[in-house]
Each structure stands twice: as C-alpha cells, then as structure tokens.
C-alpha cells in the first residue's frame, strides 16, 4: 500500500533556527514529491516539487532534499520566521499519472518569539 | 484567477440535519477532489471526479455521505444526516490531473455537528 509517513508530528523551535522535516514513503513506481505548507484556516499550497532526478531543490529559505534509492526527503527551513508556523505536508506522486496523490498526515511547525 | 472557491467557510449544525457543502474548481481544472482533514487522521480522500464524472468513491465513509458535479463549475458534498464524528475540515481541490500535476485547494469548510 502507498503510504507516507512524517516526522516528527510537531516541533517547537525559536525564531531564527534552523529545522529539518522528515518524510519516507512507499508509494511505487515514484513519480514526483512535493512539499506543501498550509497555513491555520487555510488550504494546503505546494512549495517545492521534485522529481526523480533530482537532489535538492529550493525555494527561498525552505530547502528540499530527496533521495529515491532510500525512499526519503527533508525539508530544511533555515533562519525561521513566525510566519513559517503552519503544517508542513509531504505528498507524493506515482507513475501511472492514473491514482490520486498520497498525503502525509504533516508536521505541525511553531516558531515561538 | 480567483483559485477553488469553497462556502461556506464554516458550518455548525445539529446532529441529524442534511449538510451541503460547495466547490467551484478553477476553470479548465478536469479533476476535482473532495478531502475532509482532522488532527488524527490528516487528509483523507473522500471522491475526485474527472471531468464531472465520478472516478473513484471508496473513500466516502458511508452511505450518509454523497458528492455531486453537475457541471463543470460547480459541486457538492451533501451528509444527511450528519453525525458529531463528522466534524472535520472539508476542502475541495482541482487540477490539471491526478499525479504529475499539483492540486489547488480551497480554503476548506469548517463543519462542526453538535
């Protein structure tokens, strides 16, 4: 069955570290993974996507890694903000282009003063 | 492009009333999913419809639950009758397809059933 998991479940950090997010996933033959952010009473918006050839991917202060052999990827956040405070969903995508995307259940991001 | 439009935003009824939800997808989006989301459970796929027809059904919980998209601008997500274990976030998404393209969510509706 695809799955994909997350960890942690949520984290705490104060404004101007850094984090890194975790994902592992089963879904086969892989296609793409994305990372998505949504914000508290808002819906889920896409901020990276990989694909298989790909390494590392960023898109301002996120940084996105993925290893196909091992089946995993991070999402390194570097000098947080208040603003990063949200769930951080991984989401990946199989080949076939036929089945839905598989969801994670997020990682829950406080960034505190 | 005013992006996956949902209402309403938040929906508080009593246990045993008929609830509609509502999704107008982005124009040209021939995919559109209904999810519902809690803190146990994450995003769970409810339907998705290709263009209009429904495609996959097996996440609906349970006959209380039914979707509808009648056209290509418009659907619904109906529960009657609705239960306290129905509360949840419901979104709506659409897309260009299923997986090699990414969705676009709604900013979901908030039901809770007292």
């Known amino acids: 069955k695809n799955q994909v998991e997350q960890s942690p479940q949520s984290l705490i950090i104060l404004e101007g570290k850094n984090c890194t997010l975790q994902c592992n996933y089963t879904v086969s033959p892989f296609s793409n993974l994305r990372w998505y952010k949504q914000d508290t009473g808002r819906g889920p918006v896409s901020l990276t996507i990989m694909t298989f050839s790909e390494n590392t991917k960023s898109n301002g202060r996120y940084t996105a890694t993925l290893d196909a052999d091992t089946k995993q990827s991070s999402l390194h956040i570097t000098a947080s903000q208040l603003s990063d405070s949200a769930s951080y969903i991984c989401?990946?995508?199989?080949?076939?282009?036929?089945?839905?995307?598989?969801f994670g259940k997020g990682t829950r991001l406080s960034v505190i003063a | 492009d005013a992006g996956v439009i949902q209402s309403p935003r938040h929906e508080v009824t009593e246990m045993g009333q008929e609830v509609t939800l509502r999704c107008k997808p982005i124009s040209g989006h021939d995919y559109l999913f209904w999810y519902r989301q809690t803190m146990m459970r994450g995003l769970e796929l409810l339907i998705y419809f290709n263009n209009n027809v429904p495609i996959d059904d097996s996440g609906m919980p349970e006959d209380r639950f039914s979707a509808k998209m009648p056209n290509a601008s418009f659907s619904t997500l109906k529960i009657q009758p609705s239960e306290p274990r129905d509360s949840a976030v419901y979104f709506c998404?659409?897309?260009?397809?299923?997986?090699?393209?990414?969705?676009?969510f709604g900013s979901g509706t908030r039901l809770t059933v007292v």
């Open positions: 998404a659409s897309s260009l397809g299923t997986g090699s393209y990414g969705y676009t």
């Open positions: 989401v990946v995508s199989d080949y076939s282009g036929n089945t839905p995307l598989v």
